[in-house]
């Protein structure tokens, strides 16, 4: 194994003890880079769709921006109608790679600015087969490896895949548990000796609530499934000052992390309203309304919960329209002469709600085949004791890093 060049993310590790709050700072972008933000989010809204389409009436997480991340590394090899497809599925049109580029690197510069107190991480590497190099060096074309090292630090890590197999999957998933900080620490069973590369994004966020949970006010609760179904959760319980909006479908809730530069936005339907229905209603002018919620006195019951996903994502990729990149022959020669098409892209995605706060991570990998309403100021309860879904974004830019699906289990 070599190492060409390797640039880890400029955020630093979660501190032991976190520091003193401080006060919030906005990330600044560019009006440009601002409207990749609101593309971003229609692509998140959009993948959600999908996925809870096939993960109905279950439990989930994912990562949009993890997505977006891989993704758009995988730009930048990518020409023609190939690369239009991918522009244009993650929302940011003509602008393509240089677009998406210069957006992922402002916000991995700024994101772990906003709050020294909350743990936010994002790194990118590119690990890729020299099998078939026959002595020739490695294929990649140098402008495809410099901007993957100017805007997304990623470095490109060599080993043969089929000579030494273990070994590169033993670094894949090192680099996975690295990242995570040990929650994410395996994302490949094999290592595929006919790809050409692997590209991996990992997400990383640790945040304790602002107002925090009283253990000794947490205790069993009924919670009823979608299917009509009950059980028991733990669930945490406090009356405090949120954001809070009452809708015609749904109320919403919001709770800050540490100085309030990140928060958790909980959607919960009313009941006798599908959760199903609420989210297909779901899109990027609805999140705008519930980025600001009014403050309220709010009678709080939250479930603690821990959630894991593994999601293929290859078939909601391609319903959004990412077809032409997944077949043999897509135009990825702007990498190397010797990609051919993407075989598959795949995350594995946790989180950890408790008392304390919240722990997400996710990591998404991308194979590459070789060549060959109103608030109702009458009601301020909000008992999450149904399914619901939620958000953790950014403030300042409403950039969303994760969303998911409580129901239960």
Not at 101 to 123: Q, R
Not at 178 to 192: A, H, Q, R
Not at 273 to 282: E, F, K, Y
Not at 370 to 389: I, M, W
Request: with cysteine; glycine share 8%; net charge negative.
């Amino acid at each position: 194994m070599s190492i060409l060049s390797f640039f880890g993310c400029r955020q630093p590790e979660s501190p032991s003890d976190p520091p003193a709050l401080k006060e919030r700072q906005d990330i600044v972008l560019s009006k440009a880079q601002k409207e990749y933000v609101q593309a971003g989010n229609s692509f998140a809204f959009n993948l959600m769709k999908q996925i809870n389409k096939e993960k109905s009436g279950k439990s989930w997480i994912m990562s949009p921006l993890s997505v977006q991340y891989a993704m758009g590394m995988v730009l930048n090899g990518a020409l023609g109608e190939t690369a239009s497809q991918i522009s244009n599925t993650l929302g940011y049109g003509k602008d393509g790679a240089a677009g998406v580029n210069g957006f992922c690197k402002a916000l991995t510069d700024g994101i772990g600015e906003v709050d020294p107190s909350t743990a936010v991480k994002i790194a990118n590497v590119l690990v890729y087969n020299t099998h078939n190099d026959n002595g020739g060096g490695v294929r990649l074309k140098e402008p495809f490896v410099k901007a993957l090292s100017d805007f997304y630090y990623a470095g490109v890590e060599t080993f043969d895949f089929t000579a030494d197999n273990k070994a590169a999957l033993d670094r894949i998933n090192g680099w996975s548990s690295e990242k995570t900080n040990g929650m994410i620490p395996t994302i490949l069973d094999e290592v595929d000796p006919r790809c050409l590369s692997y590209f991996l994004n990992a997400v990383y966020f640790k945040g304790m609530w602002a107002n925090k949970f009283n253990k000794d006010y947490t205790s069993k609760k009924t919670f009823t499934k979608d299917d009509g179904s009950t059980l028991k959760v733990d669930m945490m319980s406090q009356t405090e000052d949120f954001g809070y909006f009452g809708g015609d479908k749904y109320k919403a809730l919001s709770m800050p992390y540490g100085n309030g530069a990140f928060k958790m936005t909980v959607i919960l339907p009313h009941k006798g309203i599908a959760l199903d229905d609420v989210a297909a209603s779901l899109d990027p002018a609805a999140w705008e309304s519930l980025r600001y919620l009014r403050t309220r006195e709010v009678d709080v019951e939250f479930p603690k919960f821990e959630t894991a996903s593994s999601l293929p994502l290859n078939d909601a990729l391609k319903a959004l329209g990412m077809v032409l990149p997944f077949k043999a022959g897509a135009d990825f020669t702007a990498m190397s002469d010797a990609a051919d098409h993407i075989s598959m892209v795949f995350q594995k995605a946790k989180i950890k709600v408790d008392e304390e706060g919240s722990e997400a991570a996710a990591v998404t990998v991308v194979g590459m085949i070789e060549a060959t309403a109103l608030p109702n100021p009458e009601n301020y309860v909000f008992h999450a004791e149904r399914p619901f879904l939620y958000v953790i974004s950014e403030v300042s830019t409403g950039a969303i890093l994760f969303m998911g699906r409580f129901n239960g289990d």
